[in-house]
């Protein structure tokens, strides 16, 4: 059977994506906004030193984390790390990602197909979950001199471990064909920057990046096959009940 046009072709399905974005995706447009507002009250209105102590003081390292865990976590999830206006800056790609079709693109879908309390979940857990899992690598790699001490009041603030996380539970939105480099793109990009290696481990945020993508890819496949189990028991009872209609005859 042949498709509708508007599933067949992408540039349809874009345009009714944008145009019932703010009905259906409310959650992610009001936090694409908060960010938006947050960088720029960063950026333009406090003075370099207010947003310096504001950037470390919510920043989740292992010296904020013990001493005010959920200010940091919150703190850290409403400020974006990157740029929003400079083409030129390498760090640009990592907003189209992130911020672009991470949050703006993915996180709406998840909202559009799981509701907007799940969606927030799904970013929530992500950037709390990795956050969590990371600061034990970091004790990890400390203990075996992989990291420099330093590494304990590191910056490390921002929404890119919650935007990973629902970039790799977007596997689910992409034709099968398109998974597996799907997966491979989310996995691959922390990679591509030009970090040296500090030790046998990469550098603490791409070891978050990592683990906030296999959290998102676990749930993805948690998904999946809960919904494969709901379809064979739906097929099962038709089948149930195509029987009894058959004997009733």
Known sequence: ???????????????????????????????????????????????????????????????????????????????????????????????LITLGLGVCGCLAWVERRWGSLRALGVFLGGHVLATLL?????????HRDWYPEDVRAASDYGISYGAQTVLAVAVLAVPRWARLPWAAFV????????????????????????????LGFALAAATARARARTARTAEAAEAAEAAEAAEAR
């Open 187 to 214: 996995v691959a990009w922390p990679l591509s920057g030009d970090s040296e290696w500090p030790g046998p481990l990469p550098d603490f945020t791409t070891v978050g990046h990592l683990l906030a993508a296999a």
């Open 1 to 95: 059977m042949t498709p509708p046009d508007g599933r067949r072709r992408p540039l349809p399905r874009l345009l009714r994506f944008l145009r019932t974005y703010p009905r259906r995706s409310p959650l992610t447009l009001c936090f694409v906004l908060l960010l938006a507002v947050g960088h720029f009250w960063l950026q333009d209105f406090l003075s370099p030193e207010r947003a310096d102590d504001l950037r470390a003081y919510v920043s989740t390292n292992l010296d904020n984390l013990p001493d005010h865990p959920v200010r940091a976590m919150i703190g850290s999830a409403l400020l974006y790390d990157g740029t929003l206006t400079d083409v030129t800056d390498p760090g640009f790609g990592g907003t």
């Open 134 to 142: 990371t600061a034990v690598v970091i004790l990890f790699a400390l």
